[in-house]
Antibody
Framework: EVQLVQSGAEVKKPGESLKISCKTS????????IAWVRQMPGKGLEWMGI????????RYNPSFRGQVTLSVDKSISSAYLQWSSLEASDTAMFYC???????????????WGQGTLVTVSS | QSALTQPPSASGSPGQSVTISCTGT?????????VSWYQHHPGKAPKLLIY???KRPSGVPDRFSGSKSGNTASLTVSGLQAEDEADYYC???????????FGGGTKLTVL
């Protein structure tokens, strides 16, 4: 059974760093792209970026490039989303997902993590 | 404001059909055959219903169908059942970011 299990909710202060995780199981982690999706309070879903674990090839939504970093650890089949300096506007729910790809195009999402709520407040 | 426009709500009685629209532009919905639809029950992970406009993953009932015309995609739920009450999101590949965009979601109520 494919599972994506995310780390727990976080409460941080502006300026702090943060790394949230997505532990996967039930499939061959290196050969499937994995992605992160943001949902700000009361707002819709947004693609943040995708990463191919086999070679850590990461593609970012231009809206998020430079704001976050995607990484993986193949040895433990886990993906990570990190910030070096959080802002209040980073408050959101973040989902790791396994996208369905046709070539390099995302055509759907077949598995979702349960979401990690990040709250940034002074 | 989401990139794709969905009606905030839709409703129907058991057994009826309901159609949810998803309007984008020629840079996403209209330009590519890569529209997907998700069902989201609160507290659970979203579930893929439709991908590539009208394909159903195995296990998804054929009561769920997708279509597209121009810049608007549609999800039709036929033979409404109580368990269909949920939020529904559309998504499309978008050449604006080479990843994709989502709709704002539609809350489906089964009366």
């Amino acid at each position: 059974e494919v599972q994506l299990v995310q780390s727990g909710a976080e409460v941080k202060k502006p300026g702090e760093s943060l790394k949230i995780s997505c532990k996967t199981s039930g499939y061959n982690f290196p050969i499937y792209w994995i992605a992160w999706v943001r949902q700000m309070p009361g707002k819709g879903l947004e693609w943040m970026g995708i990463i191919y674990p086999a070679d850590s090839d990461a593609r970012y939504n231009p809206s998020f490039r430079g704001q976050v970093t995607l990484s993986v650890d193949k040895s433990i089949s886990s993906a990570y989303l990190q910030w070096s300096s959080l802002e209040a506007s980073d408050t959101a729910m973040f989902y790791c997902v396994r996208p369905i790809m046709v070539g390099e195009i995302i055509v759907g999402i077949d598995y979702w993590g349960q979401g990690t709520l990040v709250t940034v407040s002074s | 404001q989401s990139a794709l426009t969905q009606p905030p709500s839709a409703s129907g009685s058991p057994g009826q059909s309901v159609t949810i629209s998803c309007t984008g532009t020629s840079s996403d919905v209209g330009g590519y055959p890569y529209v997907s639809w998700y069902q989201h029950h609160p507290g659970k992970a979203p579930k893929l219903l439709i991908y590539e406009v009208n394909k159903r993953p195995s296990g998804v009932p054929d009561r769920f169908s997708g279509s597209k015309s121009g810049n608007t995609a549609s999800l039709t739920v036929s033979g409404l059942q109580a368990e269909d009450e949920a939020d529904y999101y559309c998504s499309s590949f978008a050449d604006s970011n080479n990843l994709g965009v989502f709709g704002g979601g539609t809350k489906l109520t089964v009366l």
